[in-house]
C-alpha cells in the first residue's frame, strides 16, 4: 500500500505516461492479444499464444523450440511447457531430424494444420477491426514506422552503448 503523504518526485509527476510511445504500443500489442484470445479460446479451444505458435510452426518460419523462444522473447524452459501442452492436446509433434538427431523438429498434425488455416483470417479480423477509420495509406505509413523501430531495436541490442 502506497502511502497518502508521500508526494511522488516532480520527475514522475512531470511524465505523461499516457503519451509514452512505448506505453502506447503496449497497449496496442495487449488489446490486440486479448482479442485474438477471446477468439481462439471461444473458437477453437486454444489460447492465442498457442494458436500463434501453431500458426509459425505451419508457416516454417519456427520449426525449432529455440526459434519459437528467440520469436517470442521467452526462455526455453517457458517454450518446453508451450510444446508439451500442445502435443498433449494432440496438436503438434516432436520430430528427431534425420540429419542431426540431436535437434528436434516440431511438426503439425491435421488437427493442429485445421487450426493454423484458421488463424489468417481470425489475425485480419481483428487487425481491420482495430484499424478501422483510418486509410489504407495511413495503415501502410504505421506499418512502414513500426518496421522502423523494429529495426532501430535490432541495431541497439547489436550495438549497445559503451559504458561511460
Do not use: W
Request: proline share 5%; glycine share 6%; aromatic share 4%.
Amino acid at each position: 500500500m502506497t502511502d497518502p503523504a508521500h508526494t511522488p518526485p516532480s520527475e514522475v509527476l512531470e511524465y505523461d505516461f499516457g503519451e509514452s510511445v512505448g506505453y502506447l504500443i503496449s497497449r496496442v500489442k495487449s488489446t490486440m492479444s486479448n482479442l485474438v484470445n477471446q477468439r481462439t479460446v471461444a473458437e477453437l479451444g486454444v489460447t492465442s499464444q498457442q494458436a500463434s505458435v501453431l500458426f509459425m510452426v505451419a508457416s516454417g518460419k519456427c520449426v525449432l523450440a529455440a526459434e519459437l523462444a528467440r520469436e517470442y522473447g521467452i526462455d526455453a524452459s517457458a517454450v518446453t511447457r508451450l510444446v508439451d501442452r500442445l502435443e498433449t492436446r494432440g496438436l503438434l509433434k516432436r520430430v528427431r531430424s534425420s540429419e542431426d538427431r540431436r535437434a528436434v523438429r516440431l511438426a503439425l498434425t491435421p488437427e493442429g494444420h485445421a487450426i493454423a488455416r484458421r488463424m489468417p483470417a481470425m489475425f485480419t479480423g481483428i487487425s481491420e477491426r482495430l484499424l478501422s477509420g483510418l486509410s489504407p495509406e495511413e495503415v501502410g505509413f504505421l506499418k512502414s514506422m513500426l518496421r522502423r523501430v523494429l529495426a532501430n531495436g535490432c541495431e541497439a541490442s547489436q550495438n549497445p552503448p559503451a559504458n561511460s
